[in-house]
């Protein structure tokens, strides 16, 4: 049975939905190049959220396959990736925050 591990990314400041549409694409290319195995699967897509006034666009990464430790690690990758192109393409870098990894 596949376990599914996942991850939200919220910015603080604003993002317009076109910049997060290009920053998935981007992130979609990373994760391309990471040369995940085929039996493993990265899904990322836009998120909305709310939470005590304050809300948002954000981006949910999930990362689908049968070993948990396998998938912390693509995770991992992953994410650290997404923070590089963030902090390369300018989106805030120091106002995001991720939040922890969960194993469904």
Request: contains cysteine; negative net charge.
């Amino acid at each position: 049975m596949p376990r599914i591990g996942c991850r939200e990314i919220y910015f603080v400041k604003a993002i317009h939905s076109r910049k997060i549409d290009l920053l998935i694409d981007k992130i979609k290319e990373v994760v391309k190049e990471m040369g995940v195995p085929p039996e493993y699967d990265i899904r990322v897509y836009k998120n909305v959220y709310a939470c005590c006034g304050v809300g948002g666009l954000g981006v949910i990464i999930e990362v689908v396959g049968p070993e948990e430790e396998k998938i912390r690690a693509i995770d991992l990758r992953a994410v650290s990736k997404i923070l590089e192109f963030c902090e390369k393409e300018g989106y805030e870098v120091g106002y995001h925050f991720t939040e922890p990894h969960d194993i469904m």
